[in-house]
């Protein structure tokens, strides 16, 4: 009998490839470390830019704010949502992350201007609209970032309002909220709870020039060259071809406007 020796145990191939083994596990770590560093210098450089540019200083609350006007720009409805809007959940619901609910947006520069436009233009129009005290509890079990614990720049009376709320003898509140609670509830309650209603809501050409009245910065005039996707927007009416109690044409209507007439023709209910 042979006495096997140690040398026998390892196959001759393994001291041949040994090499190439090693050199493919360096290749690959260089490489992890290499997307490593320029991930953390691009995510460096983009917080470089947000701290020196008002343009970029917009935290994912404030723009949930915008995203409820313009729903088709949420996470839940991009295609591809790698890298867009991460401090949003989109599996089951369309709020904010909590923890990134303070911290600056992550979205492409179109949708940023898009963002500051609609800032500069409508953001101070609130629905003259009625809350009730069971919806807005509602509310706040939906969105959870505008609770006073969530919510760090929450005013004191707020905070006061929601602590007390099931002791308050007022049917409806909405003259005690803060103006951008309003916002979120309306927006919140347009998309949730009168989608349907809204998205079959044509008004006529008398009820916009009355709308446009008190609020003319949702004219044609500020929106043409900006709405690529309508670029009919409110045009027979700009042009005066219409007759009064006609129906506006559905592709003349952005979904913003027919949400912010649709809550004016509801003031105070």
Do not use: C
């Amino acid at each position: 009998m042979v006495e096997l020796q140690e040398k026998n145990f390892f196959r001759k191939e393994y001291g041949e490839h040994s090499y190439s083994f090693r050199f493919s596990a360096i290749l690959v770590a260089f490489t992890i470390l290499l997307i490593y560093g320029f991930t953390y210098k691009a995510n460096q450089l983009v917080n470089e830019q947000q701290q020196s540019s008002p343009f970029l200083r917009v935290t994912n609350r404030q723009f949930s704010l915008f995203l409820w006007q313009y729903p088709q720009f949420m996470r839940v409805h991009a295609k591809n949502k790698i890298g867009y809007l991460p401090g949003f959940q989109y599996l089951h619901k369309v709020n904010m992350e909590l923890e990134f609910s303070e911290e600056y947006i992550v979205v492409p520069p179109d949708t940023l201007f898009l963002y500051h436009t609609w800032n500069r233009l409508l953001s101070s129009y609130i629905p003259k609209r009625s809350i009730s005290q069971p919806e807005f509890k509602e509310f706040l079990n939906a969105l959870n970032e505008w609770q006073p614990a969530n919510w760090i720049s929450a005013p004191k009376g707020y905070v006061e309002l929601v602590n007390s709320l099931n002791e308050l003898k007022y049917q409806n509140i909405e003259q005690l909220l803060p103006f951008e609670i309003k916002q979120a509830f309306f927006g919140w309650k347009n998309y949730f709870k009168e989608g349907n209603l809204i998205n079959a809501f044509n008004p006529t050409y008398l009820e916009m020039k009355e709308f446009l009245k008190i609020y003319p910065t949702y004219a044609r005039n500020y929106w043409q060259n900006i709405l690529v996707s309508h670029p009919n927007y409110l045009k027979s009416l700009n042009d005066g071809n219409y007759e009064s109690h006609t129906k506006i044409p559905q592709d003349e209507i952005a979904p913003f406007l027919r949400v912010a007439i649709f809550n004016h023709i509801h003031t105070l209910q």
